[in-house]
């Protein structure tokens, strides 16, 4: 069993003051691990343990003032017993402790019973006056309170410092009035504070109303980090803008349903359609197949279409490349795969790199048109709303039911115009409502 | 009510104790055919006879042997000092003998003996003739004091003493003499050892003895008009004397004036002042306890001088402001 004492950390030092233990009773400390802090008039040191063990007990408590070399704690191993001297020695502090507890105890019952006529502070100046240093004593004559017993005994009913009292009586005296009127002064200062907090209080329920009650907070964080991250560039440094068609797709409707006749156990979507029709009007006008990077304007030859594509935590853009290279229905296949592969997580980066051009779909949720944000740092995206049969009128002037698909195309300003992006669409339109081309 | 003097109240309380009890008795020193020193006793020689009204040759040992020794086998004396500095004649039969017999005969014998007396200056009548003794008497155990500052205190104290069992000096003041004031014609006792409040006040509690009532009466008077609120307690006895009404009237106004004639040193303003520092009031203090006396040094023949000698109306205004101090 080892004793950890109050360490004398200066030449001068005669107490320290236990600031914060380190350790708790039963922990494990290595010989040099910090064990407290303690505080002496200057300034707080750490003071490190001298061996290593377990913490068994602690003697003095933060806060408490020990004598420097006073034992303050044991280590010991882990089972060794505290030896019955200590124990003994524990128990005897207790005791005094107990009744050191009673003197304060009474001591308290006969301030609060009799009425003190000396407090602590002139005692001491007292003292100082009879056995002081000659520069103590002058000090001591300054600061000693002079103030009539009356004064003294409303300063302590009404809980006011007669040290800040400025004394009107004969000689400086504080008499009674001054108390009175420094009683006052607190209580209108308390006032004051207390009519502050209750503006307070009401701007805090004010505040209360008018901020929405949190259901749920939602770390941002995986793919939503990334998204949020994402869109944000784009939207911050693309300037972005729409142009909206709605297309008469009889034609392609007709080919779509032809084709998956034709072709056994395989499925053809719009989505493959529009993959494809895309990719030819990009290969038309490569403009919109590039990116802006450094004041340049780089324009790529492969054309590879992301398909924006919904995901359980977010949004992912898987690719077909080269798309205008290939055939419908490998279009469809690859389609398929990555949208499966996407709903179970399974995309891998190399699936979700690479693209030029994005297509992103929201047909399947009837929605007609609308303004998607550029799937950065590409230059373009084309957004596919609902098809919903409508009335057209055709070259004789009848009026006839046709399935009308509505497209937007969001561009990036910076790299082409109005004109460029509505002779995309012509072009992409012409396709779609002479659709042969894409087989 | 009617009004009458000073010493026509003690006159009257004499003549209805005599009336009333054959007992009492009268002895001292020009109290019959020239009616007292100064008056009180005129007339009450021809009502009641050389025998209850006895002249005594000039000596105040006599008088207050004689009286102690008929208080013993069962008289009332009352006995007359003609000057209260003669008391000093008397000393060793009221201080020795009338104070300690009670005590010595283990409460067999009482002494029911009164030994008025006369105190106070301002008649020019200087040093041997013009003093206030009190404080001497309140020192010895066994005897009583009492201190009456007006006709009708000092008509309903008369009578306490006389009925009282235990040697009792009553204190009167020549300038009081001839102040007026009301008194029942009917007898009436004023219990000893109980102070009067002469007036209600806040700022200042001032206490005072015998003709110092009179003079704090004034001097509040004029207080008044300066907005100062003082409250006169007066202890008509001083011996034992009420310390309760003094403690109260401290603790309502914090600041206190003892005032009597007697010289300031051991006077029995110290007395006053001790007390109320040992009691309750002390926490109430406001100020320090003052105290006026009279100067010490024996009362100068010089009028100027004698009136300077003693507290003065103008001394306890000045005091009074010093204390209020605002």
Known sequence: ?439 | MREITYAEAIREALRQEMRKDKNVFLIGEDLGIYGGAFGVTYGLLDEFGEERVRDTPISEAAIAGAALGAAITGMRPVAEIMFMDFTTIAMEQIVNQAAKIKFMFGGKAKVPMVVRTPAGSGTGAAAQHSQSLEAWFTHVPGLKVVMPSTPYDAKGLLISSIRDNNPIIFIEHKLLYKTTGEVPEEEYEIPLGVADIKRKGEDLTIVATSIMVQRAISASKELEKDGISVEIVDPRTLKPYDKKTIIESVKKTGKVIAVHEACKTGGFGAEIAAMISESEAFDYLDAPIKRLGGLDIPIPYNRNLERHAVPQVEDIINAAKELIYR
């Open chain 1, 1 to 439: 069993m080892y004793e950890v004492i109050m360490p004398k950390l200066g030449m001068t030092m005669e107490k320290g003051l236990i600031e914060r233990w380190l350790k708790k009773e039963g922990d494990y400390v290595e010989k040099g691990e910090p064990l407290l802090e303690v505080m002496t008039d200057k300034v707080t040191i750490e003071v490190e343990s001298f061996h290593n063990g377990y913490l068994k007990k602690i003697l003095a408590k933060e806060g408490e003032e020990i004598p420097v070399t006073e034992v303050i704690a044991y280590i010991g191993e882990k089972d060794e017993k505290i030896s019955e001297e200590i124990i003994k020695g524990m128990i005897k502090e207790k005791g005094e402790e107990k009744i050191e507890i009673k003197r304060r105890e009474e001591e308290k019952v006969l301030i609060e019973e009799k009425p003190k006529y000396k407090v602590e502070e002139e005692i001491q100046i007292e003292k100082i006056l009879k056995y002081g240093k000659e520069e103590e004593i002058e000090k001591a004559k300054v600061k000693k309170i002079l103030a009539s017993p009356l004064a003294k005994r409303l300063a302590r009913q009404m809980k006011v410092d007669l040290s800040k009292v400025t004394g009107t009586g004969p000689g400086g005296r504080i008499v009674k009035a001054d108390v009175l009127k420094a009683a006052k002064e607190v209580k209108m200062r308390e006032a004051e504070i207390k009519e502050k907090e209750k503006i307070e209080i009401e701007r805090e329920i004010i505040k209360k109303r008018i901020t929405p009650e949190i259901l749920e907070t939602i770390p941002l964080k995986g793919i939503r980090k990334t998204i949020a991250e994402r869109m944000y560039k784009s939207i911050s440094e693309i300037p972005h803008f729409t142009l909206y068609v709605e297309i008469d797709i009889s034609n392609l409707e007709s080919l779509k349903d032809k084709l998956n006749k034709e072709i056994e156990g395989k499925k053809i979507s719009y989505t493959d359609l529009i993959v494809k029709a895309t990719a030819l009007s990009l290969e038309k006008y490569p403009i919109l197949n590039s990116t802006l990077k450094d004041d340049k304007v780089i324009i790529f030859k492969d054309i590879n279409v992301g398909l924006a594509t919904s995901m359980k935590d977010g949004l992912i853009v898987p690719v077909i490349f080269n798309a205008n290279k290939l055939s419908l229905e490998e279009i469809a296949d690859k389609r398929v795969d990555l949208v499966n592969r996407a709903g179970e997580n399974k995309l891998e980066l190399d699936d979700v790199s690479g693209s030029t051009f994005t297509i992103t779909n929201l047909g399947m949720f009837e929605i007609d048109y609308f303004s998607p944000i550029i799937n950065f740092p590409e230059a373009g995206i084309l957004s596919v709303g609902a098809i919903t049969k409508k009335p057209i009128v055709d070259k004789e002037g009848k009026i006839t039911a046709e399935p009308m698909m509505k497209l937007g195309l969001t561009l990036d300003h910076r790299v082409l115009d109005g004109v460029t992006g509505a002779k995309f669409l012509q072009y992409l339109r012409k396709i779609l409502q002479e659709p042969n081309k894409l087989v």
